[in-house]
């Protein structure tokens, strides 16, 4: 059973332009939420996070946004480069269990 | 440089043989865990290991073991028993599993397992 789930496989931006990247989850015990990226041919790195009593949560170029009542997030990247490009998964924690999206591959053409 | 090693980086079985694949830390990380990772999916929870010489089945234990004798150590066995054992594996860790600010879970590289 997915309760995270990245329906975008993937996401083909424009240098410069944002990136939107988004995320559903079903378990409304999840109380924090992370956002990884994955290079090829290395593990994932932490991102950024955000808990659920915050809607949003900005760091740098990234921001994540939680809409608690949709059970939705999203992660945004402004100004999107082409070093951004990679796969980035959402995950989600909750009764002391993590769980993973299945990643969306971003892509950002020069 | 802290981190996590896993190796093989890539690993070849034949059927019916046994496989295991290495992890060590040097984080000081009390909490290790096995994933599995599978076209289209996320991430699934082999095993997980709290603290020294004790583990935990995840989601998808069957067909492995683990064990955890050094807290920098947690090595996964992949079985004969494990049906459908081709897939990319993740080691990890955190500093416990209460993951939140200032506590979150640092991966290895992977290891690419093939059963040919």
């Known amino acids: 059973d997915q309760q995270v789930k990245q329906n975008s496989p993937s996401l083909s931006v424009q240098e410069g332009r944002i990136s939107i990247l988004n995320c559903d989850y079903t378990?409304?015990?999840?109380?924090?939420f992370l956002w990884y990226k994955k290079y090829p041919a290395e593990g994932p790195t932490f991102l950024i996070s955000i808990s659920s009593i915050k809607d949003k949560n900005e760091d740098g170029r990234f921001t994540v946004f939680l809409n608690k009542s949709a059970k939705h997030l999203s992660l945004h990247i402004v100004p999107s480069q082409p070093g951004d490009s990679a796969v980035y998964f959402c995950a989600a924690r909750g009764n002391n269990d993590m769980r993973f999206g299945a990643g969306t591959r971003l892509t950002v053409k020069p | 440089d802290g981190g996590i090693t896993q190796s093989p980086k890539y690993l070849f079985r034949k059927e019916g043989q046994n496989v295991t694949l290495s992890c060590e830390q040097n984080?000081?990380?009390?909490?290790m865990y096995w994933y599995r990772q599978d076209p289209g999916q996320g991430l699934r929870l082999i095993y997980y290991s709290q603290i020294v010489n004790d583990f935990q089945k995840g989601d998808i234990a069957e067909g492995y073991s683990v064990s955890r004798e050094k807290k920098e150590s947690f090595p996964l066995t992949v079985t004969s028993a494990q049906k459908n054992p081709t897939a990319f594996y993740l080691c990890?860790?955190?500093?416990?599993?209460?993951?939140?600010?200032?506590?979150?879970?640092?991966f290895g590289e992977g290891s690419w397992l093939t059963v040919v």
């Open positions: 990890a860790s955190s500093i416990d599993r209460q993951i939140g600010r200032g506590n979150t879970i640092y």
């Open positions: 378990n409304s015990m999840f109380d924090y």
């Open positions: 984080l000081n990380h009390d909490a």
